[in-house]
Each structure stands twice: as C-alpha cells, then as structure tokens.
C-alpha cells in the first residue's frame, strides 16, 4: 500500500519511530504497528512508543488503497487532536486490526484523483491531490489570478492557498450562498489556523461594513418586473435581461471614475464596449434615467452605484484578500474590495469566463488593465485546464460548445481561450431525444424518484412549463444551477424555446471549425457585429449547463434541426429511454435537501420535504402572484386561488401569511389552523423536557420545526438546549432545526445551551460536545450605520454568547441602569469553569478577558472593535443596546 502524508503533518522528535510504522503499514504488517480502529469515527492509529500514536485513514483511487497519515498524537491526549474534534478517546473504543482485509469498505474514502509525483495530500471537506499545475499555483506568491473551468477544482486550490496568507483575510464573493459553503469547507475537519482571522463576505455585507446602503438591493426579478409592468410598453425592447446587463455591467459597473455613465460617454463607447448599437444607445439611455427615477422612488438600491459613492470611506483592513468567481463580480466592486488592502497586490482571484451567467461585461483583459501595467501571463496569471468532475464525453460536448464560440465571435480574451481536459475515469453518455409527451412520461418515470437527475432549463418560464411534466423537485434555472453538480442532467427545450437565438450563434460555423483540438486566440473578424454581447448568455448558460453532469446528458429537444444541434453532434437519435428507472431513499433525499440549503436553492429543499411529507407543493413565486391577486381589491381570484395560498402558507409555516387570510379574508381554515397552531405553542416546551418524541414528531410535523413556544419564544432546539434533552437535540437538528433564531429576549440555542449550564443543570461534557453543534457561522451586528462581522472563532464571540445567554440571571430589566452590567468578578468564575476544549489556557486570563470586552466596547477607538458592549461602570459590561444582532 502507498502512504501519502497531510501536507502539515509533523513528526518533530520522532522520524526514526515514524519511518519503521511506515514501513510496517506499507507492507501491510498492521500486527507489529499495533493498528486499531477508533470505533464510530472512522480513523485508526498505529502505535509509535509508549505515549505516541500515528492516527491515519484509508482512501481508495481507481482500484489502489491509500493510507493517508493525518498527524501524531502525544501522550494519549486524543482530545486535542484536531481530526477527531475534542472526542473522548478511551480503551474500550478501539478494536483490533489484523490486516488490510479487516478495513471495511465503509472505512475507506474516495479520492477523485492522485499525483503519483506527490507523496502530500491537502485536506478540505474532502482529501485533495494537487496535480502540477496546481502545485505551482499553490506555491506561487500574491498577486496571483486563477482562470480555471467548471471542475477544474480551482475554488478547493484557493481556500487550501487561503490557508497560508496570515493576519487579517477577507474572502468575497457575491453569492452569500458561495460564501457560506466556502465557509463550511475550510473549517472543515476542525481545521483553524492562529495565525489569521478571516471574514467570510459576500459584496453586500462587505458594502454594509461600510455602510448599510439606504433601501433595499436591486436584483433582475426586481427589474424586470418593473420594466414589463411599465417601460416595456414605450420602449419596446424585447428582453429585459439584455438592459439589465447593460445598467449593471456597462452604464454602471465597468466605470470607475464616475457614479454612472453620462449621455455623452456611453453613446460615444466603442462597438465592443457595449450590447447596442450606437444608433440604439440614446433610447436606451433614456431608459436608463427612468431606472434611476425608480430606484429613488422605489427605494432600491443599485450596488455599483452605492460601491462608487463608498469608494472614499474605505479604510486599509486586510492583509489579504481573497475574491472567488471574480467572474461575477463588476470593475467598481472589484476596485472597492481591494481598496481595503493593507498592502496592493496582496490579492488572490479566481474565476472563469465562460461560465458568466451575470450582467456584468467582464473580460480578464478589463482586469488587466485596471490592476496592472504589465501582461499578466508572467508569475501573476495561471490558468487551470485539468477537469476532475465531468466524465469524457461531457467534457468533449463542453469543449465543442467552446470551439463554436470561439469560431462564431472570436475569442473574448487570450486568457479565456482554451479547451478543458479530463482526467475521470467514466466514459459518459451523450442521449438525444426528439421531444415528446411519450418521452417526457417516461423519462419523468425512470428519474423522478432519484436525487441523481436534475432538470436544467434556461429561464423561470421554462421551469414553470417544464414543472408540470417532471415532478421531482430538482428542476433549476440556469442561475439557479451555478455550483451545483448532479451524476445526470436532463436538458429540456433549453435551446428550442430559444431557437432563433442558437441558430444565429451556429451561423457561419461549420464542421471542420470542431476539428482542431486547440483554441486559436483571434478577434471577431467584424467588430461592429454586436452578437459576441448579445449572446453570450445564451451560450454561456449552456456551457453552465454541460458542465454540470458529472456522467451523462440527457437532451430533450422539439426543434431538432437546428444547426447547433448538429454542430455539436449530439443528434443520434433515441426514440426510446433506455435508462432503468432509479430511486432514491429518504437518508438521500434528506441529504439533498441539506445541501442545496446549504447553497440557498430553499425552493428545491421545500420541495423534498414537501414530497417527503406527501405534500403538494405550491412555489415561492406563484405563491407570491397568488398573494398579489388576492389581497389587491382591485383584482379578482378564485376560491382555488385561497386554498392554494393557505397550502403554501402552512406547508412553508408562515404564520403571518395564514393571519392575514384569517384577518382580512376571514378564511375559515386559517381560523382554524391558528387555534391549533396555539395549542401546540402551548404544549411544545413541557413536551421536549419530557422527552416525549412522538408528541413532538406530531407537532412538529404540522407547525414545522421551528415553532416557537407561547411563552418565551423558546423553539423546541432551545428548550432541549436548555435543559440539556441530547435525544430531542439530535432529533431537531436531524430535522434542519434553525440554529441561528432567536427567542423574544434575543437568545440562540447556543445561547440557552451556556444558561443550562451555568444553571447547573448540564455538565461540561455536554457543554463541549454540543457548543460547536450549535455554534453559528458568525454573528452579525448592525450598529449605527454599519455591520460588523464577529467569527464564531473569537474570543468576542464567545463573551457576547455568554454575556447574553446569562445577563437576565444576574439582573433584571427593570434593575437602575448602572447595575445591569455583569462584573469581571462574575465574568472570570464563569469562564475559569468552561471546558479546555472551547477555551484554551490563555483565553482564560483576566488580562486577556479584560482586553477583549475593553476593545469592543462602544466608543473605543479601535479598527476592529465590532461594537459589542457597553461599560456601565468600572469593570462592569453589558450587551450593547440598540445593536441589532443576527447569527448564521
């Protein structure tokens, strides 16, 4: 068996020792290194002497075991290994290991790919083998630009690099949900690094650490709804989407000395510099002073506008940053991310091109020249071509789509002109079926039931359309799909329903264009030829769309003649669906459910558990049009209308929306369902202190999860928290509990977890073993203008937590104001009794605890003081009012 090492594995004092186990476990001798598992976690350990163990797994790559050694042990202290997270490790949790038959299959992880160059392996949610692209970017020195396509790993490679940039760190990016899973992956596996604090950002809350911008953000949903209730009727511009991005990625965002674009500048902007032609521009400029008009009066806010007014007010704050899917991200946004560097050039950005699903305009050139006077192609710039996600055959009709592209207009940039290889091991299938209602049964038949086909289309139109044929609850947009990947993808009219628009893409590009395996960089031969703009979208969101089937294709098309079709070769017609039909259990499908939320799609996860439950599911959109209708009195609805509300109203718990049928419809099930609804609130908190789960499945199969008791507010999380109920605990988050609500006195479930046990009634075990469970991701707190981000790693984190989760035990509201603080007295004998575990030694000194509420108090002049406290007197700290605190 190969060996492969942790790349910060240190066996300082103990090589010799280290060397000789190697060999034993190389040579599959598990008896003389004395292997034994640690029962229910998964690793094993071999003995070094008499106090040291090597703790290590097994992994498996193309039919080869891997022995992957984590770190050493010391003195039998598994608790303060990092791998097994504080675990209590004793001698009746191991069990003997003869030999390599004796390691279950269960016990051995997959790994996607292995450098035999390379003896390390890096280690983020999963285990990761640098190739040796990767390798050099990995060693390369800020700045530095990673180009890399969908799968190419280049979002693993930037949080490992992460790893290594010390002191202050931003990551951002402008999904939050992309910021939260990146969050979720480099703290996984327990990993911290003392040596650096890091702000997981996504633009908006980086625009809030300024600022809190007036209003609310402008998104496409926003504006296209305007424009199709108002404008569309004077302008007559047939796509809503093409002006968005020319506000957002052209009249806005790709200027950088100035708020917007004025008339003069934007109709005297080159032919490549924007999607209309010049004879075009005065009209849509007169739109455009339209749009600003109802961003006032609507009070919305456009987030480059707002980035170029904040340009001044940026103060230096990182050391680094971090910017993933740069791609997605405007000029003036980027400019004002950066402007917050300590030091320029102490930036890492990743992205790709081809997958811009977002109005923005962006080419790696216009990144070039705003940040650099030199070619990037030296030490700054490298590109990843290496796919480790799709199998081959995805890979080629990916690479066909790119050949088109840049045959058709010409190649946006050098840097985004190359083709994808793949490493996978599957071959992949391409299937093509003629449109049908036949095919359509069918196929929903074999796939409905399984969490490994998702269906693709190109707008919410489609999904609407398509929803009624295809019943599983994975049917995304194409904006909806970006970072998502699923073993199978079925494509359903995605270029039909825009056949006009993919024919014109096809035009000129023939068969031979497809032969050549490289991308030849080359300008469109006609430069007033607008279609490179125009169409980017469309052929981006099918490039988006390939790409994310790990395996197999599945294309269900009605224009079957279209060029692009043939182009691609995709049209080896199957009058049937030969797939069998699979199925998925409820762990799976629950599991799905989890990380799509996880990544904010909470349309498809309600619609898992909906499924789950035997419910039919009603969306947030039409529920949203529903709601219009009925409430407006000028408009007309339907007794079918009401119910369908009502079902969404209580299958999504929305308590006020079932108030307001009952209120202003005087709906007689929405009465109803509020009397129960009481009842229950009334019941819950009594229910989980006695342990009474079937009550409480009943309950909370009804109410949801998340129902609050009468009383306090206390949801059942809270209460089994409280009072330290570990069955009713493991229940509630099994069934996606909110970790991060509060109650009414502003309390998270963490919060009552620290009151049980300064109440004496749980133990420091349950402490420890529950607090990083519960814990949320950070906490937010908005305070005079401004958000402050706290990292639930922090020392302020913890006091703030703790402060008010004990605060009302140690005075009452009602108290005269200098006594309702809680003195350092109180505050030291509360912390000298938290387990080693969440508070190491130094965290402990009065000194330091001093130090920290000192520094976060209100008023203290101090570029990191997150405004947390306020001094009522000496040495005597509350939580500070008026500051509005939000966890997750």
Known sequence: MQLLKYNEFSA????????????MLRAGDFKSAEVKKIKHLGYFRAKLDRESRLLFKFAKHQGETYILLLEVIPNHEYDK?????GASVKENHFSEVAGPEDVGEDAVDPIRYVNQASKRFHLLDKVISLDSDQEEIYNLPAPLIIIGS??????ALTLEKMKGYPGHVAYVSLSPYLVENAQRIYESYGYENPKQEIDFLSFREYLEGIQIPEGKELDYRSFERWYERGPRQRFKFKEPYKLFEEFKGVLTGSVTDAEFLSRERYEE????????????????YDLFERYLRFLKEGGYYDSNMVAYQYMDQVAPKYDFIIVDEVQDVTNIQLLLILKSLKTPGNFLLSGDANQIVHPNFFSWSKIKSLFFNQDLKGSALRILKTNYRNSRQVTKLSNDLLKIKNARFGSIDKESTYLINTVADKEGKIHFYPDSDKVRKELNKRTQDSAKFAVLVLDKEQKARVSKDFRTPLVFTIQEAKGLEYENIILVNFISDHDAEFRTIAKGVSASDLLDENLRYSRARDKTNKDQEAYKFYINSLYVAFTRAVENVHILETKTKNELLQLLGVMDTEEEVKIEQQASDEEEWLEEARR???????EQAEAIRARLRGIEFVGSDEAELLEERIFDPEASHTEKDVERLFLFARTRH??????RLQKELNYG?????????QKAQQQLAALVRNNNRKKVERIIGKFGVDLPDAAEGMTGLMVAAQHGKIDMLYYFLEQDANRNRQDQLGRTALQHLILGYDRRQLNKFLLETWYPKLAPSAGQCRYDGRLYIINHKSMEFFLYNALNAIRLDVFAPNDPLPRRCLLMDDFMQFIEEMPSSLL???????QYVNSILSKHEVGRDDPYNRKLFVRRSRGCYDVLPGAEMTWG
């Open 596 to 602: 799509l939320e996880l990544q904010g799609k909470f």
């Open 12 to 23: 300082k004092g103990l090589s010799s020792k280290l060397k000789k186990v190697e060999e």
């Open 654 to 659: 929305r308590i006020d929306l079932v108030q």
């Open 269 to 284: 902007l080159g032919v490549k510099q924007s999607i209309f032609l010049g004879s075009e521009r005065s009209k849509v």
């Open 150 to 155: 969908a799968g190419s790993g280049k979002t």
């Open 669 to 677: 099930p929405a009465k109803q369902y509020l009397g129960e609804y």
């Open 840 to 846: 190491p030694d130094y965290r402990r000194k009065r």
């Open 81 to 85: 290994s990092r791998f097994l997270k």
